[in-house]
């Protein structure tokens, strides 16, 4: 899974290239008896959150992307498993036909109809 302590650094692969993500956090330690943290500081350490935070972001977008893709994934495939009893030419023609523009028609079709069954399970 990982290390065990989380101030390594994170890998996040954006266009198949490697992206460092998760420079360890600024540690602050106020020095109380001169009254605290001076601006200087809190400047600084609201820069390195700002770079810390940027980071953070790009892989959330790319774990966005992939879940994103995935759940369109499962839903065709149950889309399809259930055409399969109840819409059979539709699941033929999408399965034996090699043109992309084609495929992608029947896709939609199928999607289209599964939405129509989902929407009035629910109601």
Known sequence: MGPDSN????????DGKPVEVGHPMPEITPDYSAGGVTA?????AAERLAAIW???SATVEVAAEGLRA???SMELALAL???RIF??????RYRH???KRTRKKYEKRILAWFGEVWGKCSD
């Open 40 to 44: 200087e500081e809190a400047a600084a």
């Open 7 to 14: 101030s390594g650094t994170v890998v996040a692969y954006l």
């Open 81 to 83: 498993h259930l055409a």
């Open 70 to 72: 995935f759940f369109y």
């Open 87 to 92: 819409k059979p030419e539709l699941v033929r």
């Open 97 to 99: 036909t090699k043109k």
């Open 54 to 56: 940027s980071d953070m």
